[in-house]
């Protein structure tokens, strides 16, 4: 049995933990304003907000109903569009509206639910990350103008930089941006008793967002035992030399963590072309792992820090280097009973660190190739290099002999061309929907470029390299 609020009521429902949230508000609950559409992430056009008491307090991410699973929202809130309504149009709804945002509608009780959980989350007014916010929503009326100008308006309204965390909730209220019931929910949602621990099978499904499962197999699950591994409470850590992630931190939790952007300054921004915000808000970083795809970002990134997976089941853990971990395409190191529970790295090797990805679209598109590269230098010369690459092998790759060849070599054009032609040597692409082989040849030969002029720009820039090929 699921129990939890629903808008302003609480409900309990007995259907499968496999079943999506769209399903329980569309068809369980009679609520039509969040709309079916793809069930795969992709439109956006179904996005819910989900609150949840974490660290005593309130909060509330914008997540496709049509990827959550029932098993994982006990004792949360779940928010639809029926649940902002009121007697009037609110600020954000006025603000569509005049500004020419809406055409038919169907995007909008969406656009409602990622520019809510803005409000609900954002440090700043900032007007670009509104926009990178509802970056998740498909529109195919508008063109976006109308959108943009509405989010200009209301980040010149509403001044978020003067509302703290634990004062947000009231303060929306205050703003009409939530109707007053939300300031009930945190003492309704601490009263719903937790639920009795339940003897997990061994064979059971591990569920970290459901992002990936919910999306290639839905209707297996629900014939499934499933185990939902808790949310992450400490999600990124130092100890010693080492950055600790924990396996079940979601993509957003370490785009946004503090201590993870001490390490990798730009991660806000490099990781915001990873999925979109409503697939982030639930995506961990172990079922990224996990999933093995030839083109996962983050199994990208972490080749290039020489990241090491700790690998638990009931009586032993073990751990593997995460090179070793992908053995052919989708297949991995990991044995029956085994879950990942973290990834370490040496905290140097954030040092002189670089992340690229190329894909179709700007936003919302799974790379065509990927790439990160991690140097270690000393006196204009490479003492170690790590080099990693997505959509060029069965499996997320790492560069071994371009590495080696790396060793020891001066920083300059001629080392970086020699390197470049060496990787493209190394890899086996395919021509696929995202580009022909050779194409991806050539983005990984340009990423390579990318990552030494962006690491040591005195030395190494376009106009040397472009002469020189
Ligand atoms: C619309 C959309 C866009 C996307 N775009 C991108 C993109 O741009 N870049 C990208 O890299 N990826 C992208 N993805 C893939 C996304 O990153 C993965 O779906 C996500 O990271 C999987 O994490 P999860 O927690 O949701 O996994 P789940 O769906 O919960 O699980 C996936 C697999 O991992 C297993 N698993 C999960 N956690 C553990 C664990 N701790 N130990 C052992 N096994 C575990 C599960 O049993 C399952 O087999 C996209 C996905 C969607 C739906
Ligand atoms: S229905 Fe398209 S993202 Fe959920
Ligand atoms: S207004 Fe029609 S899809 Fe957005």
């Known amino acids: 049995m699921t129990r939890l609020v629903l808008n302003r009521q609480l409900i309990e429902d007995h259907a499968n933990p496999a079943t999506v949230v769209l399903d329980l ?13 793809c069930r795969e992430g992709d439109c956006g056009a179904c996005q819910v907000l989900l609150g949840s008491m974490r660290g005593g307090r309130l909060r509330y991410q914008a997540v496709n109903a049509c990827l959550l699973p029932l098993g994982a929202i006990d004792a949360c809130h779940v928010v639809t569009v029926e649940g902002l309504n009121g007697e009037s149009l609110n600020p954000l709804q006025r603000a569509l509206v005049d500004c020419g945002a809406i055409q038919c509608g ?3 009780p969406s656009l409602m639910m990622a520019l809510t959980g803005f409000f609900l989350n954002a440090e700043t007014s900032n007007e670009q990350a509104a926009i990178d916010a509802v970056a998740g929503n498909l529109c195919r009326c508008t063109g976006y103008a109308g959108i943009k100008r509405a989010i200009t308006r209301l980040c010149r309204q509403f001044d978020l930089a003067g509302s703290p965390p634990e004062r947000r909730i009231d303060n929306l209220v205050h703003w009409q941006i939530l109707p007053a019931y939300f300031s009930g929910i945190a003492e309704k949602l601490s009263a719903i008793a937790p639920r009795d621990a339940v003897e997990q099978s061994p064979d059971a499904v591990l569920v970290g967002g459901g992002t990936d499962l919910w999306a290639t197999r839905p209707h297996w699950l629900h014939t499934q035992s499933l185990a939902f591994l808790s949310d992450s409470a400490d999600g990124v850590r130092f100890d010693a030399n080492d950055c600790i992630v924990d396996a079940a931190v979601t993509i957003e939790q370490l785009r946004t963590s503090k201590l993870f952007r001490q390490l990798f300054p730009s991660v806000t921004q490099d990781f915001e072309l990873i999925c979109s915000a409503p697939v982030r808000a639930r995506a961990t970083v172990g079922g990224n792992l996990i999933n093995a795809s030839p ?16 690998l638990v089941s009931h009586d032993a853990s073990r751990t593997v280097s995460l090179k070793d971990f992908f053995r052919g395409y989708k297949q991995i190191d990991l044995q029956s009973g085994e879950r990942l529970q973290a990834i370490h790295f040496n905290r140097t090797a954030a040092q002189g660190f670089s992340y690229e990805k190329v894909s179709m679209r700007r936003h919302l598109d799974i790379a065509a190739v990927n790439s990160a590269l991690g140097i270690e230098h000393a006196d204009g010369r490479i003492v170690t290099a790590r080099l990693s690459a997505g959509g060029v092998a069965p ?14 070599k001066s920083i300059a054009p001629a080392t970086v061309l020699a390197a470049a032609d060496i990787a493209r040597h190394e890899i086996a692409p395919i021509s696929d929907l995202r580009g022909s082989a050779e194409y991806k040849r050539l983005l990984l030969r340009q990423l390579i470029f990318a990552h030494f002029m962006k690491l040591f720009p005195e030395v190494i820039r376009w106009e040397q390299l472009h002469a020189r090929q």
């Open 25 to 37: 508000i569309r068809q369980r609950q009679g609520l039509t304003g969040t709309k079916d559409v």
């Open 106 to 108: 169907f995007c909008t």
């Open 295 to 310: 083109i996962a970002d983050l199994a990208v990134f972490f080749l290039a820090l020489n990241a090491r997976l700790l």
């Open 395 to 408: 499996v997320p790759f790492y560069f071994e002999k371009t590495c080696a060849y790396l060793q020891d």
